[in-house]
């Protein structure tokens, strides 16, 4: 599996303590990522999924009763087979797993994504933008594939929490919160919507890679921003 890098002690990527794999490789180009260094699906260091099981394990008396193992990127879904091998062998230590994903590889004829549920605990799926053209000029891709995915995870009874960035003047109008509200409202198996406010500290990465920030000049959201797009959102 080719990955980016590793957390020991994550707590924002699902509950209680958990250890992180950032996998390498990406196909979108969210032009608020904070992780342009993961896009590259060629970069990245190549390792075995029993190697990376191995080293969670090695933290397995730290996770307690809710923590466990994230996935997150780049983009995971990219290297579906080995994200299934790699849950595989920590359900085998009854570890819980958890997918951080924006869904954008989601292909439902794909039958292995009946596989990856079966070793899935939890997703934590990113939906960038509710509305089509502006996730595509956000992102660089439609968001028929991310809704389709939260749809799927719905249908298979998979829980899961939603992920929404709130970026001023891009994904806190209000109309477009309230379409997301009412998207997520359908879903029966969302346990939350996590709203993630914009932040710039990635901005050095892209000077590092010689690249142009694409959001130079946005600020973060205010707070009271923030608060607005919770109670809309908020299951």
């Not at 099981?53 to 466990?68: H, N, Q």
């Not at 932040?199 to 990465?205: A, I």
Request: a neutral charge.
């Amino acid at each position: 599996m080719r990955i980016h890098s590793t957390e020991s002690f994550g707590t924002v990527d699902g509950p209680g303590i958990r250890f992180v794999v950032f996998a390498q490789g990406c196909p979108m180009r969210c032009k608020y990522c904070h992780n342009p260094d993961t896009w590259g699906i060629g970069g990245g260091k190549e390792r075995s999924v029993q190697e990376i099981a191995d080293e969670a394990l090695r933290y397995k008396s730290y996770f307690g009763a809710k923590g466990g193992v994230t996935v997150s990127g780049g983009e995971p879904l990219l290297q579906l087979d080995e994200l299934i091998k790699l849950f595989s062998l920590l359900k085998e230590k009854r570890i819980h797993t958890c997918l951080d994903t924006s869904g954008i590889c989601f292909r439902e004829e794909d039958k292995r994504y009946e596989d990856l549920l079966a070793v899935t605990d939890l997703v934590l799926l990113d939906i960038k933008h509710i509305d089509g053209a502006a996730h595509k000029s956000l992102t660089g891709h439609s968001n028929a594939a991310p809704l389709a995915f939260a749809e799927y995870l719905s249908k298979h009874k998979k829980p899961t929490w939603i992920r929404h960035v709130l970026v001023p003047g891009i994904t806190d109008g209000e109309e477009n919160l309230k379409k997301l509200r009412a998207f997520t409202d359908r879903l029966e198996t969302v346990e939350k919507v996590e709203v993630l406010p914009y932040h710039t500290m990635g901005k050095v990465k892209y000077e590092n890679l010689g690249m142009a920030y694409p959001l130079e000049g946005v600020e973060p959201p205010s707070k009271e921003s923030v608060e607005r797009a919770k109670k809309i959102l908020s299951k």
